[in-house]
């Protein structure tokens, strides 16, 4: 299993820090353009790690390396653009956004998280186009491949909808990054293992594995308050990770195991709270499966 820390320090020869950043972008699933709530699991900062306020790229890219600073002494930056829906907007307005945000030298990728309903043409081309200039990841939020789950997430489109995205971003000679979460409610341990053989067929180019959080202000928050409902133990957690590993093609890389609890908004499960507890439990679980990594 290949980590995208170890493939980045393999292709760069040093270590290489994204820089979170926005792009200004809604999201239709929360504009009223599909729907008002967003995805059910959604915080308002837009399913991001971190939520970086819209301001002129050169000052958000200033701020992204200050909040880093005390983290890292990386010197390569990937342009991260996660929060939201960052091919929502006019694409003449966001192409232009983005080449300046991967214009320095110091910027080795651009990363955009986006939804499969947000790639058509004009999109596609800008995304190519940019591609021309340096590497450009696309990183789709699937989270399930069963339509039942995601219309109960209110995800709001069908899996042939990303079937058919992830195909025109390869085709199309983009990266592709695949989000899945693990956990939702209503899926057994044999669902989530599907959704990962669904995804390993289609051969994307990394994905991110994660935890269900739920989050206070969501929701899924607030279905859980109101009836709660079980969520995975971190050994299932560890284990459902071991066996992704063995089911997932040997040249997709793996960006994710587990995802940062936002700590205030966490209401359920408590164990994603110690990330070091997390990433020690699964490495003990992908040795016991052979697992080469980390
Ligand atoms: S598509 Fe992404 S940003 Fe939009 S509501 Fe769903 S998780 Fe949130």
């Not at 990386?74 to 694409?91: H, L």
């Not at 990054?177 to 209503?186: A, D, M, N």
């Not at 899926?187 to 180019?205: F, I, N, S, W, Y």
């Not at 700590?263 to 499966?289: D, M, Q, S, Y």
Request: aromatic share 6%; net charge neutral.
């Amino acid at each position: 299993m290949r980590m995208l820390s170890q493939v980045l320090q393999a292709q760069y020869g040093e270590k290489v820090y994204k820089l979170s950043l926005s792009s200004g972008c809604s999201c239709p699933n929360r504009d009223g353009t599909l729907g008002y709530g967003g995805c059910t699991f959604c915080s308002e900062g837009g399913s991001g790690d971190f939520a970086a306020p819209f301001a002129p790229i050169e000052t958000q890219l200033a701020a992204a390396k200050q909040r880093i600073a005390r983290k890292t002494d990386a010197k390569k930056f990937i342009a991260y653009f996660q929060s939201y829906t960052n091919t929502y907007g006019d694409p003449a307005r966001l192409e232009a956004l983005y080449r300046e945000a991967i214009a320095p030298e110091e910027i080795v990728a651009l990363s955009v998280g986006t939804r499969p309903d947000c790639l058509g043409a004009p999109v596609m081309q800008m995304l190519e186009r940019l591609n021309q200039v340096k590497p450009v990841w696309v990183e789709l939020g699937l989270q399930t491949a069963h339509d039942e789950t995601a219309r109960q997430l209110r995800r709001g489109y069908p899996l042939s909808v990303f079937d058919d995205a992830c195909r025109r971003l390869q085709a199309a000679g983009l990266t592709v990054i695949v989000h899945i979460i693990f956990g939702l409610p209503g899926e057994t341990h044999e669902m989530m293992l599907d959704t990962v053989r669904h995804v390993a067929g289609l051969q994307p180019d990394g994905v991110k594995l994660q935890m269900l959080h739920v989050l206070r202000g969501t929701a899924l928050g607030l279905q859980y308050e109101q009836t709660p409902f079980p969520l995975l133990e971190l050994e299932e957690y560890a284990a459902l990770i071991a066996e992704s590993a063995a089911i997932l093609p040997p040249q997709t890389v793996v960006h994710r195991l587990t995802g940062d609890a936002p700590g205030p908004l966490l209401i359920a499960p408590e164990w994603t709270r110690n990330k070091k507890r997390v990433l020690n439990t699964i490495r003990r679980a992908l040795r016991r499966a052979g697992v080469e990594n980390l």
